[in-house]
């Protein structure tokens, strides 16, 4: 026989001997205990909430939310849940916020006259910065002529 032949039968006999140690040889299960267990981190659940609308002073209704939404977006939920007809709202780079044109007609296409108010008061940012709460009364008013 040939070196090359000895070589190789010993080491398939070599390689039958370890896949036999490790084929009969248990799982040892106390040894995965040691791993840490993984860390839950909890989500932020995010809760529906109601918020009243009104435009140009005449209530809207109550406006389903959620609770990680903004005033523009409540505009935006009363036209889906069809309580405006229409609404023309786009990002304005130099207020760097959503405006407001058109609410129902109601505007120009051009200028933005829309202002709003929370709770009676109104914010110091726009209306993408104002996180919506439960019981927020959300006033829109058109300020053109």
């Not at 860390?39 to 939310?65: A, C, E, H, R």
């Not at 405006?84 to 007609?105: A, E, P």
């Amino acid at each position: 026989m040939s070196k090359k032949n000895i070589f190789k039968i010993i080491a398939v006999v070599f390689l039958l001997i370890l896949s036999a140690i490790f084929y009969t040889k248990p799982i040892q299960l106390a040894k995965l205990s040691n791993a840490p267990s993984p860390t839950v981190v909890p989500t932020k659940t995010v809760q529906k909430i109601k918020v009243s609308l009104s435009i140009n002073g005449s209530p809207v209704g109550q406006i389903d939310m959620k609770s990680n939404q903004n005033h523009c977006e409540v505009l935006n939920e009363a036209l889906s849940q069809k309580k405006i007809k229409s609404l023309d709202m786009r990002y304005n780079k130099d207020f760097k916020t959503n405006v407001v044109y058109l609410v129902n007609g109601i505007g120009k296409k051009d200028s933005v006259w829309w202002g709003f108010k929370v709770n009676g008061k109104s914010p110091d940012n726009g209306c993408s910065y104002i996180k919506v709460k439960n019981g927020d009364s959300s006033d829109w008013s058109y300020l053109g002529n």
